[in-house]
């Protein structure tokens, strides 16, 4: 039986306290993303089957370490809570405590219980608390704090039934709201706080405190009540900053009592775990460092020994395919649409799945045993030493994947120099996008041979185009942060999360959702490119294709002639003369002094849909017009291909620098749109375009004139 109007449970907690594990077991594949209204903040949301009677609307709220919000991410979690009105407020909140750090959960717990909302507390990292030598009575402090208290590990699926049964008799009214307050707000602050809660129609005394504390930045409350509460504080003589001090600690004078029935521990010298004893070398300033650089460069080996025996198959697979479809099919219009558009295109989406899935693979890995976390911790000082915070190392790193959610994840930094600084630099780390590029560039110029015998010499230079972004990276924004003056100082606090072993079911499914996204995200805007590079490159002026097909119609009928050359010399002519071909001849004096031709500029053009399409480009343009080509896979075709005076298209000077404009260039239109959403303004996309542009043609032509 369905309920009429759905049952709304809010999950909140500190940041790595196991939120986001309960949302997955509780709603499984039953979730979605969004934006809250107004803010351009994650809102995850699911639907969980509680029991027979009983499913309810989940609402992941983001990681929050107390209801003084010091971020746009925290701001949404405090309004969604103080807001009554709001279509997000919760029935019920489950407030999910970190049992190994019990004392600093517990602060957040006691506030959202001072909102007069039911509470359910669910007591997370049970087994770390253990090994730290921490015991904890539930049943007396499920007592002490007046609300269910439900231990559970949701990586395990351990005490979700019981969760489940709690919040079921919630449902049914069995447990209330506290009576009580945790600390007592109006002798902290006044009685007049009881006119707020009328004025703003509020649950609580503590939830008037904060309309109290924040009514200038809280968005739902209109004019009226703004102008009422100023006068109010005024004539209150009300003082912010002591208030708050004041609760903090009678807050934690009371943890402290309950910490002192609840938890027994162990001496500090018995506590040393295993996560501390790790911690020891991988954060160690020296064998920290080189561990991460091994650990990278193990990770870019990777991407080229494992993926090299798929890649290999899919691409025999479309060779022998194209093969096939060329024998059985008549020679017409239809057969060149199928082969050298669709066939072509869909080969060069394929071909970069496994590479995909590899990264991926090893970027969940990284982040599921902690030690993505430990590798924000290593680089702070770095960030710290080219003005950037602490907070701007996971954008940073989260730009390998994406550019577009990283920059959206600089939300969390505080100041706004340093975000803004964060979101400019962020799009010159080698994203996904670019592995495709990478790829096919480095077997054609860079051998497959092994350094040391071990060593592949292709991941080598594969990791270092990686680190060439990241440094760049870091120049910029030294130079970002001399000319926009940060006078704001900003500390970088984060928690270390225990070392665990990886769930390989999680990272399998990673893997196939990374690479689905890749082939409908990415693999639409090459296929509708490829078929329509395939038309122009298949038709052009009917003036000049009739002129070429007359001028080659007359030498065919000479006897001395060789009409397979010919035949190849008519190809090329027809497709110079396409529309792409004038299109690609009119870019080319720009492009020409760093070593591409029209071809690879039409490639440049069409990657600023998406940079992975440049593979799909090439696939196109080197399969029009040439019946040979469908024997060959897209890295012969590039291979064999020749300028006019019959030297190499492709040699270490045009691939090098190819290499580097892919680096530099901003050719993403997601991004830029998405840096103008984040800014609110066009002026920032603007100048990130042109800076990047600018980096990457001069990078790229001095790199060709030094090597030519």
């Given amino acids: 039986m369905q309920n009429p109007s759905p049952y709304t449970i809010a999950l909140v907690g500190n940041p790595n306290s196991g939120k986001s594990s309960l949302f997955n077991s509780l709603t499984g594949l039953n979730q979605k993303v969004g934006n809250f209204p107004g803010v351009t903040v994650d809102k995850k949301t699911g639907l969980s089957h509680i029991s027979d009677t009983l499913n309810v609307h989940i609402i992941d709220l983001p990681g929050t370490y107390s209801l003084y919000p010091k971020s746009a991410d925290e701001q949404v979690t405090y309004e969604v809570l103080l807001n009554s009105s709001s279509k997000d407020k919760p029935q019920l909140t489950i ?10 959960n517990l602060l957040f717990c006691s506030q959202i219980m001072d909102l007069k909302t039911p509470v359910i507390i669910a007591l997370t990292m049970m087994d770390i608390a253990q090994k730290k030598g921490i015991k904890i009575d539930v049943p007396a402090l499920q007592q002490m704090m007046g609300v269910p208290v439900v231990p559970i590990n949701p990586r395990k699926n351990k005490g979700i039934a019981q969760l489940k049964k709690v919040i079921s008799e919630m449902h049914l009214a069995q447990h209330p709201a506290t009576a009580g307050d945790f600390i007592d707000i109006e002798a902290l602050a006044g009685t007049w706080l009881e006119e707020i809660k009328l004025l703003c129609n509020l649950r609580s005394s503590y939830s008037a405190l904060h309309v109290a504390c924040n009514f200038s930045e809280l968005r739902y409350l209109n004019a009226a009540q703004r102008i009422r509460i100023a006068a109010l504080l005024d004539e209150m003589k009300f003082q912010r900053a002591k208030v708050q001090a004041e609760e903090i600690m009678q807050r934690y004078l009371k943890i402290d009592q309950v910490i002192k029935q609840c938890v027994t521990e162990v001496t500090p010298e018995q506590r040393m775990i295993k996560s501390e004893k790790i911690d020891k070398i991988l954060l160690q300033p020296f064998w920290g460092h080189a561990i991460l650089l091994t650990v990278l460069f193990l990770l870019f080996q990777s991407i080229f020994w494992l993926a090299k025996y798929p890649m290999n198959w899919v691409e025999e697979a479309f060779s022998a395919a194209g093969n096939w479809l060329t024998v059985i099919m008549p020679d017409n219009f239809f057969r060149d649409l199928v082969i050298n558009g669709l066939l072509a295109g869909m080969s060069g989406i394929a071909v970069f799945i496994p590479q995909i899935m590899i990264l991926f693979g090893f970027i969940t890995i990284l982040e599921d045993t902690g030690y993505m976390a430990r590798i924000s911790f290593l680089t702070d000082r770095l960030m710290r030493s080219v003005g950037l915070n602490g907070r701007s190392v996971m954008p940073l790193i989260s730009g390998m994947a994406c550019a577009v959610p990283a920059i959206m994840a600089a939300r969390t930094i505080q100041n706004r120099k340093e975000r803004l600084i964060t979101i400019m630099v962020t799009p010159l780390m080698s994203c996904s996008a670019r592995l495709p590029v990478y790829t096919i560039l480095i077997a054609l110029i860079i051998p497959d041979r092994y350094v040391l015998g071990i060593f592949n010499l292709q991941g080598i230079v594969l990791m270092g185009l990686y680190l060439l972004g990241f440094f760049m990276a870091l120049l910029v924004s030294k130079v970002m942060s001399i000319v926009i ?19 390989w079911g999680n990272v ?9 996204i890749f082939v409908r995200d990415a693999g639409k805007v090459i296929m509708i490119i490829s078929l329509l590079l395939w038309a122009l490159a298949s038709f052009g ?59 690879i500029g039409i490639a440049l053009i069409t990657s600023f849909a998406a940079r992975e399409v440049f593979v799909g480009t090439m696939a196109t343009l080197y399969s029009v017009g040439d019946e040979e080509a469908t024997h060959k896979t897209l890295r012969q075709k590039m291979a064999a291909a020749r300028k006019a005076d019959g030297t190499p298209v492709y040699t270490l000077a045009t691939g090098l620098s190819l290499l580097l404009f892919y680096v530099f260039a901003m050719q993403c239109m997601s991004t830029l749109a998405v840096v103008r959403r984040e800014t609110r303004s066009w002026k920032y996309p603007v100048i990130q375009f042109a800076y990047m542009f600018c980096i990457a043609y001069l990078s790229s032509l001095i790199i060709f004139q030094l090597f030519k």
């Fill in 95 to 104: 407030v999910i405590a970190d049992a190994s750090n019990l004392k600093r």
């Fill in 485 to 503: 003056k940060v006078t704001e100082r900003t500390f970088f606090l984060m928690e270390l999360p225990v070392y665990r072993a990886p769930r």
């Fill in 508 to 516: 399998g499914i990673t893997m196939l959702e990374k690479a689905k």
């Fill in 541 to 599: 002026p009917p003036g000049r294709m009739q002129h070429v097909d007359e001028k080659y119609a007359s030498m065919q009928l000479k006897k001395s002639v060789n009409r397979v050359d010919i035949e190849r010399a008519h190809s090329t002519e027809k497709l110079e003369n396409s529309f792409a071909g004038i299109m690609g001849h009119a870019f080319e004096p720009i492009i020409k002094p760093l070593g591409f031709d029209w071809k």
